[in-house]
Nanobody, 115 residues
Framework: QVRLVESGGGLVQPGESLRLSCTAS???????MGWYRQAPGKERELVAA?????????ADSDSVKGRFTISKDKAKNTLVLQMDSLKTEDTAVYYC????????WGQGTQVTVSS
């Protein structure tokens, strides 16, 4: 059974950075891995994703482009989301998702941006 474990969330002030990690309990190669987030009262939305060939996609808005960077450590099968210049509207639970035929979700990690 595949487990995805996220870490790195926390409470930061606007303008600060956080680095989220998602480690998979398997060495299989996922076709795609991504970060999603869900703010209170809102639907879960894609933040960024990375495909097995290295291609990356980001949310279709200006909300994260230029501030968030997704990457993957293939050797460790770990997905990383570097979040810079955080804003209060980035506050949400961030989830890791991986797909290899089937789909798996992590348990989520809370990110709170507040002054």
């Amino acid at each position: 059974q595949v487990r995805l474990v996220e870490s790195g969330g926390g409470l930061v002030q606007p303008g600060e950075s956080l680095r989220l990690s998602c480690t998979a309990s398997t060495s299989i190669t996922f076709s795609v891995m991504g970060w999603y987030r869900q703010a209170p009262g809102k639907e879960r939305e894609l933040v960024a994703a990375i495909y097995a060939n290295g291609h990356t996609v980001y949310a279709d808005s200006d909300s994260v482009k230029g501030r968030f960077t997704i990457s993957k450590d293939k050797a460790k099968n770990t997905l990383v989301l570097q979040m810079d210049s955080l804003k209060t509207e980035d506050t949400a639970v961030y989830y890791c998702k991986a797909k290899a035929g089937w789909e798996w979700w992590g348990q989520g990690t809370q990110v709170t941006v507040s002054s």
